[in-house]
């Protein structure tokens, strides 16, 4: 008579052997279609000193501020208003938001929606193999 094997539930998400992102500095992610920029006070507070302005100043011309939070404002083609000639110019100080892309929630929700987000990031898998820990580090720091 056969074994019977043990079936184990396998729990891991799809993306357990990690995956690929760097980014190419394309800049397609700061800008396009119309969206949020969720920032915290003390990132908004970092951002203005990197500009040179005062964080009031800073907030009245580039921050909206919206029920769930504040946001950095677009330009009226859908850039971000941090991004200048293709690049950010808060790279070292951007918002989590921005730091912690691709490995949101939504792009991790099935690798289906991975393949759609990347359509629009040609720095998903490519480059540097982030392991599982990392990956899920930076899904949990999403504010949004
Ligand atoms: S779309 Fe992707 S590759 Fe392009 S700047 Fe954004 S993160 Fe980098
Ligand atoms: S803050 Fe910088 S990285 Fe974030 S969306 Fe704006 S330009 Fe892009």
Redesign the pocket.
Known sequence: MGKKKLKIADNRPWYHQGLRFE????????GGEPGYIWATHEELARIAETVGMHVLDFCQMYVAEYEEGFSLREMDNGDCCMLQGGKCRVYGVRPMQCRT?PFWPSNLSSPRAWQEAKQ????MDRGRLWSLAEIERRKNMVLV
């Open positions: 980014c190419q500095a394309c800049g397609r992610c700061c892309w629009r990031c040609p720095g």
